[in-house]
C-alpha cells in the first residue's frame, strides 16, 4: 500500500468496488419492525446512491473537488483556538461509545473522546456557543449533517469497519498532529494510507473499510464532519429523504438523548465552578 497524503492530487478510479453493509461491525441488533424495514430501504439506498454518484466513488478525494475546502483549511488557526480551550477539560469529554452505543463493537476503551456540534443533523446549542468560530466555518459545507472534535490518545487503534450508510462523505481537519515517522498515526480508506497534516483537509468515503492509529505518544486531534454525498436524481431525493427519517430510528434517538445528558451535566458542573466562592 503507497502512503498518500490528504492533500494528494492523484485522481482514483470512481468504479471502486464497494462493499455494502457493515463490514467489520456486528449487526444492529434493534427489534424493531419499524427499524428492520428502515435497515432495507437503506440497503437498497446505497446501491442507488453508489450507481447515481455525480462525482464517483473514490475511497479518498481529492480536495480539488470541492472548492469550499480550501475555505475551511483557512478556518483552521480560529477552529485551533475553540479546541484549546475545551481541551482544558478534556478528561470530562464523552468516549464515542458514551455517546453511541453502537460504537461499542469497534471501540470500548477510552481512547477516542468526542466533542459534539452537531449530531446527525441535531444542534448541541451549547456546545455552538462554545465555538462560534468552528460553526460558522462549518456553513461553507452543504448537506452538513456532523460535526465533532474527534480525540484519539496516544496507542489509540480503531479496527477496521465501515461506516453505516453511503448516502454521506467524511471529512477530516488535521488540529493538533503530533510528530511521527512512518505509518505510525495514520488512517487507511480501503487500499489507500493517508496521513493528517495540521490545518490539511482529508476528505473520504467511510463505506469503504478504513481503520485509523494512533501509535505515538501524544494526543492527535481532528474536527470530523459528515456531509451528503453528491448525487445525481433520484438518488438524491431517496438521500434526502432518509437522512430527514434517520433521526427517528431507535439508535439515533438513544444517541442524542445520551448526548443530552452528558451536556446537562458538563455545564451544570461548569456554572457551579463559576459560582463558587472565592
Known amino acids: ?63 480539488k473537488t470541492f472548492p469550499w475546502a480550501a475555505e475551511i483549511e483557512k478556518a483552521a ?71 465533532m472534535f474527534s480525540i484519539f490518545e496516544p496507542g489509540k487503534h480503531l479496527p477496521a469497519h465501515r461506516g453505516p450508510y453511503n448516502g454521506v462523505l467524511r471529512l477530516h481537519l488535521g488540529l493538533i498532529v503530533p510528530e511521527n515517522t512512518g505509518d505510525n498515526l495514520a488512517i487507511r480508506v480501503k487500499d489507500q494510507i493517508c496521513h493528517w497534516e495540521e490545518g490539511k483537509v482529508l476528505i473520504f468515503d467511510d463505506a469503504y473499510e478504513h481503520e485509523a492509529w494512533n501509535h505515538t505518544d501524544k494526543t492527535r486531534v481532528v474536527l470530523f464532519v459528515d456531509f451528503t454525498k453528491p448525487l445525481k436524481f433520484p438518488a438524491r431525493l431517496v438521500n434526502w429523504m432518509l437522512m430527514h427519517m434517520a433521526i427517528f430510528t431507535p439508535f439515533i434517538k438513544e444517541g442524542l438523548d445520551n448526548h443530552k445528558e452528558w451536556e446537562k451535566k458538563f455545564y451544570a458542573e461548569a456554572e457551579a465552578f463559576r459560582n463558587r466562592p472565592n
Open 1 to 63: 500500500m503507497e502512503p498518500s497524503s490528504p492533500s494528494a492530487s492523484q485522481p482514483v478510479a470512481s468504479n471502486t468496488e464497494q462493499t455494502f453493509g457493515t463490514t467489520g461491525m456486528a449487526p444492529m441488533d434493534r427489534p424493531s419492525r419499524v427499524t428492520r424495514f428502515f435497515m432495507g430501504i437503506v440497503a437498497w439506498a446505497e446501491r442507488l446512491n453508489f450507481k447515481y454518484a455525480k462525482l464517483g466513488n473514490p475511497p479518498v478525494y481529492d480536495n
Open 77 to 147: 488557526p480560529a477552529i485551533r483556538a475553540e479546541l484549546n480551550k475545551i481541551l482544558v477539560r478534556k478528561d470530562e469529554l464523552p468516549t464515542f461509545q458514551d455517546i453511541s452505543t453502537d460504537v461499542k463493537t469497534i471501540s470500548t476503551d477510552k481512547g477516542w473522546k468526542t466533542f459534539f456540534l452537531l449530531g446527525f443533523g441535531v444542534r448541541s446549542e451549547q456546545n455552538i456557543k462554545a465555538c462560534p468560530d468552528t460553526w460558522n466555518a462549518m456553513q461553507k459545507i452543504p448537506g452538513l449533517t456532523t460535526v
